[in-house]
């Protein structure tokens, strides 16, 4: 059976939903943010960042190598981080990873979750969790910028707005072919 891979922005609920889904069908979750931080021995994202002179490149880089390993697993729910469809060009430029678009796609159903972007923007703007993205635009800005991408390379997507966390994984159980 193929993976099931979440993607969508950060604080949209991936990780809730994989968890849930993981409690209704017995399949593991690997969370892709999680993998990083044990690869990178316990340093957290916002750490690694800012050990890289806030470049995002090499953590987009290790988010690749994650994608790599997991390609070849099956029946994985893939708790992908939020930029998981994204990588840098040579000049510090978000631009979409068409390698780690592929990964996804030939390995994966993709899930694109998505809410209203002010729910999202109130969400994490004060979680210290959460690195900035960018040191000159607004994480309103790259949402906007983000949100057709997640749409464009996914299988479905589903709004999370108003409604539980069970009416959510029962529709992507249907969807997806795991019910």
Known sequence: MKNIALVGPRGVGKSKISRKLSKLTGKPVLSTDMIAVYLTGGLSIPDFVKSHSGNWKPFRDLEYEILQHVASSQSLILDCGGGI??????????????????ILKDNAFVISLSRKSEYLVEKIQNDPTRPPLSSVLSYKTILESRLPQYRA????????DDRSVEEVCEEI???SGWA
């Open 173 to 175: 159980l249907r969807r």
């Open 153 to 160: 390379h996914s299988d479905i997507q589903i709004a999370l």
């Open 85 to 102: 469809l994204f990588d840098q060009d040579e000049s510090g430029k978000e631009v979409v990873s068409e390698r780690k678009v592929r």
